[in-house]
């Protein structure tokens, strides 16, 4: 079984779906800690494995004024104690081949971003930090592509890649998820599907993301019935004020029913 392959992510007897979701960026310790503590006591109770997500900085950014994080070292800091305090996996992506054993210093699973999912030395410097690495399909990538992804990582020896469909772009400022690309991709790894940033509107003239969070239940529900192994959501109590990616997060006060229901729903799914 696949999913076997990423020792981190812990599975229950349900053979439920498994979760990464968090903020988009870590802010600061106290928003970081509140939110996983929402989502651990959901978590817990549906039987849903979880990671915690948030990134330690923000390198792919429209404007030089936007939000980039507030100090790697710290934000890193804050990812390592929510794990310990919570006693969950961490993911945080990277951006730059020195990242790597920085951040794998901190976390459980390296991310490597949709638009760099092609940067070889980058997979190969991930890879070789003995992490999970999660590739996110480019948006410009067609699923039977992402199998060289995930050799590059196996060719590193690391046999623990997931890939995470975050949709693909369609014009200049929508994105689209086929869902036909869900088994072809899971002959190559688990694959996850990425709720929320396939919900993003990009390239606004006013260099500002937009989003379409109103579908975030729509998107997830599809995902499940596509038989995703996971799903990853950014989530977060007040998404206006978030400092990055607020206009498509899920509000952290909507989370638990949409769990609910999904979770029914791979249990309908896994009856058949």
């Known amino acids: 079984m696949q999913l076997e392959k990423i020792p981190q992510i812990k599975h229950s007897d349900s053979n439920n779906f498994f979760l990464l979701a968090?903020?988009?960026?870590?802010?600061?310790?106290?928003?970081?800690?509140?939110?996983?503590?929402?989502?651990?006591?959901?978590?817990?109770?549906?039987?849903?494995?979880?990671?915690?997500?948030?990134?330690?900085?923000?390198?792919?950014?429209?404007?030089?004024?936007?939000?980039?994080?507030?100090?790697?070292?710290?934000?890193?800091?804050?990812?390592?104690?929510?794990?310990?305090?919570?006693?969950?996996?961490?993911?945080?992506d990277i951006h730059e081949t020195s990242d790597a054993?920085?951040?794998?210093?901190?976390?459980?699973?390296?991310?490597?971003?949709?638009?760099?999912?092609?940067?070889?030395?980058?997979?190969?410097?991930a890879a070789e930090t003995g992490k999970t690495v999660n590739l996110k399909k480019g948006q410009f990538m067609s699923p039977e592509s992402m199998k060289h992804a995930v050799q590059k990582v196996l060719d590193c020896g690391n046999e623990q890649a997931v890939i995470t469909d975050r949709g693909t772009m369609f014009g200049y400022q929508d994105m689209i998820v086929d869902f036909r690309g869900v088994p072809t991709m899971k002959?190559?790894?688990?694959?996850?599907?990425?709720?929320?940033?396939?919900?993003?509107?990009?390239?606004?003239?006013?260099?500002?993301?937009?989003?379409?969070p109103e579908l975030i239940g729509t998107m997830a529900r599809a995902g499940i019935a596509a038989g995703v192994d996971g799903l990853f959501m950014e989530t977060h109590f007040d998404p206006a004020n978030a400092k990055s990616d607020g206009a498509n997060m899920l509000h952290l006060d909507h989370l638990e029913k949409l769990l609910t229901n999904l979770v029914a729903l791979r249990k309908t799914i896994n009856s058949f």
Do not use: W
Request: glycine share 6%.
């Open 22 to 92: 968090g903020p988009c960026a870590i802010e600061g310790e106290e928003m970081a800690l509140r939110i996983a503590e929402k989502v651990v006591s959901i978590t817990d109770k549906l039987e849903i494995p979880y990671v915690f997500k948030g990134s330690f900085k923000k390198a792919n950014r429209s404007r030089i004024d936007s939000f980039t994080g507030i100090g790697d070292e710290k934000a890193l800091k804050i990812l390592r104690k929510v794990s310990e305090t919570f006693h969950v996996p961490t993911v945080t």
């Open 101 to 125: 054993a920085m951040a794998a210093e901190y976390v459980d699973i390296l991310q490597i971003p949709a638009f760099l999912v092609r940067q070889t030395d980058l997979l190969i410097a």
């Open 187 to 212: 002959q190559y790894a688990p694959v996850v599907l990425d709720v929320t940033h396939s919900l993003q509107q990009p390239n606004q003239s006013s260099g500002v993301t937009g989003g379409r």
